[in-house]
């Protein structure tokens, strides 16, 4: 699997868009990107994920750059119960099925 | 709640004795995965298993460590002789593989173990 690079933390104000970038330079053709996040005690939570297309749900968008290197996270309106750590994964589906967390992303939320 | 659940939610025991964690997956999901997570780390792999075949394993996993799934459905990871680097949330997860569908995995809270 493509390792990931995020930046250690970072902060946001309550009600802002909160932009988590995450860099996979080595990404292959048929690696997804996935993000979840893991609130402070709490198992990690699924967020997104996608191959290519940007792609949107009721937690988040997702951008990934046309040459796929990397990618961003987007939470619309921050709330202070979106302060976690983010990791960006990528993984080739269906063969090595692990996942690869690395460090993630602290995000602060504040008010 | 139909998420996952893992048994117990923390667990204290003494050196060199022996732990079982439960984690009951989201019903109908055939692969069940172990992490285990150290303070300030992103979760790391152990095993993985599909319905009742354990597939892969970590080097993270001694020999001190086994898993079970024997009925394809709840699993059990035992620590034997524990250490007090064993220390650690572990973490359980499943998923459905079908056709081409993409696979995610769905995490519990998490058993901490702390060993003293």
């Known amino acids: 699997d493509a390792k990931t690079t995020q930046p250690t933390s970072m902060d946001c104000a309550e009600g802002r868009a909160a932009n988590l970038p995450c860099n996979h330079s080595t990404i292959s053709g048929n690696e997804y990107v996935y993000w979840y996040r893991q609130i402070h005690s709490q198992g990690p939570q699924y967020i997104i994920h996608?191959?290519?297309n940007n792609e949107t749900n009721e937690m988040a968008s997702l951008i990934i750059t046309e040459d796929r290197k990397s990618s961003t996270l987007i939470l619309p309106h921050a709330t202070l119960r979106d302060t976690a750590v983010y990791y960006c994964i990528v993984r080739v589906w269906n063969n090595f099925n692990k996942f690869y967390f690395g460090s993630g992303t602290k995000l602060n939320v504040k008010p | 709640d139909t998420g996952v659940s893992q048994d117990p939610r923390h667990k204290i025991t003494k050196r060199g004795q022996n732990v079982t964690f439960r984690c009951d997956p989201i019903?109908?999901?055939?692969?069940l995965y172990w992490y285990r997570q150290t303070l300030g780390q992103g979760p790391e792999f152990l095993t993985y298993?599909?319905?009742?075949?354990?597939?892969?394993k970590s080097r993270l996993l001694s020999d001190r460590f086994s898993a079970e799934r024997p009925k394809g459905s709840f699993s059990t990871l035992e620590i034997q002789r524990t250490e007090q680097g064993d220390s650690a949330m572990y973490l359980c997860?499943?998923?459905?593989?079908?056709?081409?569908?993409?696979?995610?995995?769905?995490f519990g809270p998490g058993t901490r173990l702390l060993v003293l």
């Open positions: 019903s109908e999901h055939n692969r």
């Open positions: 298993f599909q319905n009742e075949a354990q597939l892969e």
């Open positions: 997860a499943s998923s459905q593989i079908s056709g081409t569908e993409q696979e995610t995995q769905y």
């Open positions: 996608g191959l290519k």
